[in-house]
């Protein structure tokens, strides 16, 4: 469960593109061990907002803290090394890789190998390997798919290659996981799986900021959400703030019935 010590800061961060504020003066924190959401309409700025945190885009303003040190201007992988991880809205798995192998390149962070003393294939290549390896088995049982370990990825089903990308964040060894919607495309009993794959993961100590259209999902394992529309942070909260702030319900409503919104 989520304890009082902000993990993630975010502050009044902002991203232009040429006229376009996607995303405008947005801060939140999120405490270590919450399971926290970031909801909106298409085109809201959820995936810029996930863009500037991991440093996939530079920012136009504002900052990002992470454990009290501040992230922004830094490069995605010093911001891997310190803690953060993502998977992405598209499935990003290496096809042509087996399962396994594909956990492993998410531990490349933690590995001393470089290709030098790969090349030479040193004793101590031999043993970080069988370590990696160890720790790779480790993710996929967390997510519960060890037994497809030397499959080959591509023939996974879609629901188990997401747990696949799950397991390959994890490898990295982070404190926090960004998913960018990550019950897109799963069928019901896909989503449950995924959902158990969380909440074990957030019990064993892990801290998630998702964006997620489902709204089901959203409503029943965050913490608390931040809603955005236009770029702009209109609500945050728990579930049960949310569904009553009658900004976001007017976001969301369109001309659909109030009730109809969070169904
Ligand atoms: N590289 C870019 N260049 C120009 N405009 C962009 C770029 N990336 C995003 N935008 C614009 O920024 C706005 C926010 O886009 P973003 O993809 O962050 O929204 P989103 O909330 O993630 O949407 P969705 O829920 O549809 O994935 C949109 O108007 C989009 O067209």
């Known amino acids: 469960m989520s304890g009082e ?11 232009k ?6 995303v405008n003066q947005v801060s939140f924190d999120v405490k270590e061990g919450e399971i926290f959401a970031v909801i909106g309409p298409n085109g809201a700025g959820k995936t810029t907002l996930f863009n500037m945190i991991t440093g996939v885009l530079p920012v136009s303003a504002g900052e990002v803290f992470f454990e009290n040190k501040k992230l922004t201007r830094k490069k995605p992988y010093q911001i891997a090394k310190a803690g953060i991880t993502r998977t992405f809205q598209n499935l990003e798995v290496f096809s042509n890789m087996s399962v396994i ?5 998410g531990a490349h962070l933690t590995m001393k190998t470089n290709l030098l003393t790969a090349g030479l294939r040193l004793p101590s290549v031999t043993k970080e390997e069988l370590k ?3 720790l790779a088995m480790e993710c996929l049982d967390r997510v519960g798919i060890s037994h497809l370990a030397h499959e080959l990825s591509i023939t996974l089903p879609y629901g188990n290659q997401r747990l696949l990308e799950i397991a390959r964040a994890a490898a990295s060894n982070p404190k926090l996981i960004l998913l960018d ?3 897109a495309g799963l069928n019901p009993e896909e989503s449950r ?5 969380i909440l074990k993961m957030r019990a064993d100590g892990m801290t998630f900021v998702f964006v997620e259209h489902d709204m089901e999902t959203v409503m029943s394992i965050s913490d608390r959400i931040v809603v955005v529309d236009n770029g702009v942070k209109i609500g945050e909260g728990t579930p049960d703030e949310i569904y009553q702030n009658p900004k976001v319900v007017a976001a969301y409503l369109g001309d659909e019935e109030e009730e109809e919104v969070f169904a």
Do not use: Q, R, S, Y
């Open 5 to 15: 010590k902000v993990i993630l800061k975010v502050e009044n961060l902002t991203k």
């Open 17 to 22: 593109f040429g006229g376009v504020t996607a």
């Open 101 to 105: 192998e594909n956990v492993m390149t």
């Open 132 to 134: 990696i390896m160890e």
């Open 181 to 183: 919607e990550p019950m």
């Open 193 to 197: 799986k995924l959902v158990d794959v």
